[in-house]
């Protein structure tokens, strides 16, 4: 499927869903759905995939149709919306930036208040786990939808040497700047979730599960995240 049908899939899927949400209790929301905090390199984008993956094989359920997986996309949507002015790329290339990078960026680029963009955001991701079946990758979902009973919060961990080694296998890139690029975006993580949750991102509390990626692999996680989602589903009815 090329870029632009999944885009237009993800945003006909949104739209939809907030179609569905007039009738949804947003105090508890409809279906299960998991949020993927991580430290740069740890693998969540590869276990976003890999659930998704094991979800499509349970054709005879119901539950599991219709599941995405929400963080470039999630981009793309909240740069359509004609009160911002962002370019999609601004947003995946770093979750958040501190107050005076914000200013420099707002001045050489006339780009919107990062604060308000990030509001557009945390509503779309809210209204996307109200309706569940949603995989929300970082960007603070973890403690925007801790009250929701339907999710599972998971973070991703792993040494440093193996997030550097993932992150230039995966960009084509030297050591010299997957370790630079790591400490930058671990570091935008961490002040998103302290600016707007007052949380540490690092506080074991906040998840069901931390799951160090050196240690389990991608495939058995992915696993465990499945027979939780039934659990949930199963909970709910």
């Not at 539950?63 to 601004?90: M, T, Y």
């Not at 680029?109 to 604060?115: N, R």
Request: aromatic letters at 8%; one cysteine or more.
């Amino acid at each position: 499927m090329s870029e632009f049908k999944k885009f237009r899939s993800f945003i006909d899927t949104i739209q939809y869903r907030e179609k569905q949400l007039p009738s949804i209790d947003p105090r508890s929301g409809q279906f299960p759905f998991v949020t993927i905090s991580r430290e740069t390199g740890a693998g969540g984008h590869n276990l976003a995939a890999k659930i998704v993956e094991f979800l499509l094989k349970e054709k005879e359920n119901p539950l599991f149709q219709g599941w995405e997986i929400c963080d470039h996309d999630l981009c793309e949507r909240v740069a359509q919306d004609p009160q911002l002015k962002i370019s999609p790329q601004a947003l995946i290339v770093s979750e958040y930036r501190s107050a005076v990078e914000d200013m420099l960026t707002q001045f050489i680029t006339g780009e919107s208040p990062q604060e308000k963009v990030m509001r557009k955001m945390f509503s779309l991701m809210r209204d996307l786990a109200i309706f569940g079946k949603t995989i929300l990758i970082g960007r603070g979902s973890t403690c925007l939808t801790r009250d929701l009973p339907h999710g599972i919060h998971i973070r991703l961990v792993a040494p440093l040497s193996s997030r550097i080694s993932l992150m230039m296998s995966a960009h084509g890139k030297d050591e010299k700047w997957a370790r630079e690029k790591i400490a930058e975006q671990d570091k935008a993580k961490a002040l998103l979730v302290k600016t707007f949750f007052h949380q540490d991102v690092q506080d074991p509390l906040l998840y069901d599960a931390i799951w160090n990626t050196d240690r389990v692999t991608i495939e058995t996680i992915a696993w465990l995240i499945v027979q939780r989602i039934k659990q949930k589903a199963e909970l709910g009815k």
